[in-house]
Nanobody, 120 residues
Framework: QVQLVESGGGLVQPGGSLRLSCAAS????????MGWYRQAPGSARGLVAR???????VYQDSVKGRFTISRDNAKNMVYLQMNSLRPEETAVYFC??????????????WGQGTQVTVSS
């Protein structure tokens, strides 16, 4: 009933930029926190950035000053602008959202992931 779909991944050279987008659709009453996580091969999934409905943000320390998370509440979308990318940031990037299907019913949802490869 609820779906998150990411786009914008791909291959980029070290120092380059990419912008990820994620669209939420389905039976949505409201969306609370949204965010981006990443998982490299052999590693656990970890937080990259998270944003509240009101625009409050949290970033992983290593991306502060280079990545910017934003959202469009009217469109149920979240974005991640990634600048000065590093090879070690190669990973699958997952969109996350806590979605209320009704005032009393909410769940965590994840997208299918989009591959980001930073390589020359």
């Amino acid at each position: 009933q609820v779906q998150l779909v990411e786009s914008g991944g791909g291959l980029v050279q070290p120092g380059g930029s990419l912008r990820l987008s994620c669209a939420a659709s389905g039976s949505i009453f409201s969306i609370n926190d949204m965010g981006w996580y990443r998982q490299a091969p052999g590693s656990a999934r970890g937080l990259v950035a998270r944003i509240t409905r009101g625009g409050g943000t949290v970033y992983q320390d290593s991306v502060k000053g280079r990545f910017t998370i934003s959202r469009d509440n009217a469109k149920n979308m979240v974005y991640l602008q990634m600048n000065s990318l590093r090879p070690e940031e190669t990973a699958v990037y997952f969109c996350y959202a806590h979605i209320q299907m009704a005032l009393w019913r909410g769940n965590d949802y994840w997208g299918q992931g989009t591959q980001v490869t930073v390589s020359s």
